[in-house]
């Protein structure tokens, strides 16, 4: 059973335009919610995150947006810059410090 | 400072073989997690320690799999013998894990292992 889920394998958005990642759990222990980004032939690297009591984090160009009661986030890229063409991965905690990752979203951002 | 150290980086055995991962934690992160990923899938933790002790080994399958962390340091992950399933990267990860809640985890670029 997939507690959290990342129905899109893939997403292209043009340089410059803004990119939307989706991401659905089900548990709803889950309290705390990261975006890791993660190159080829690298581990992946903390992007952002967003705790339960929050509906926004925002850093930068990156922003994510948690619906409590939809069970849904989004890590939102504006403006997309070539250089964020990576996988990006949902994962959630609860009370402890184990982390559950969705499948990934492979973004590329093109010219 | 440095970052997680993995090795080797690629490991290619044939089956029923034995093989060892090593992992080098950043220094002064007493937490170090172990997890597979399979190709077109996420991370998943294979166990957990709070330096040598193993807090989470749940998700180990313990009839082919063995890890430790001696000293609360460096850790090894071996398989014995490994199977063609086995083939995936393997990354390490660690955090300080010193307060409540959620610490952050740092991890290594992985060792990707092909059994043939």
């Known amino acids: 059973d997939q507690q959290v889920k990342q129905n899109s394998p893939s997403l292209s958005v043009q340089e410059g335009r803004i990119s939307i990642l989706n991401c659905d759990y089900t548990n709803s222990m889950f309290d705390y919610f990261l975006w890791y980004k993660k190159y080829p032939a690298e581990g992946p690297t903390f992007l952002i995150s967003?705790?339960?009591?929050?509906d926004k984090n925002e850093d930068g160009r990156f922003t994510v947006f948690l619906n409590k009661s939809a069970k849904h986030l989004s890590l939102h890229i504006v403006p997309s810059q070539p250089g964020d063409s990576a996988v990006y991965f949902c994962?959630?905690?609860?009370?402890?410090?184990?982390?559950?990752f969705g499948t990934g979203t492979r973004l590329q951002v093109f010219p | 400072e440095a970052g997680v150290v993995q090795s080797p980086r690629y490991k290619i055995i044939e089956k029923k073989q034995p093989v060892a991962f090593w992992c080098n934690p950043i220094s002064g992160h007493n937490t170090l997690y172990w997890y597979l990923q399979n190709l077109g899938q996420g991370p998943e933790l294979l166990i957990r320690?709070?330096?040598?002790?193993?807090?989470?080994d749940s998700q180990l399958p313990k009839d082919r799999f063995s890890a430790e962390r001696l000293k609360g340091v460096d850790s090894t992950l071996k398989i014995q013998p490994a199977e063609l399933g086995d083939s995936a990267v393997y990354l390490c990860?660690?955090?300080?894990?010193?307060?409540?809640?959620?610490?952050?985890?740092?991890f290594g670029p992985g060792t990707r292992l092909t059994v043939l």
């Open positions: 967003i705790s339960s009591i929050k």
């Open positions: 990860a660690s955090s300080r894990g010193t307060s409540s809640g959620y610490n952050e985890q740092f």
């Open positions: 994962a959630a905690s609860g009370d402890t410090d184990k982390l559950i």
């Open positions: 320690y709070e330096n040598e002790e193993a807090v989470d």
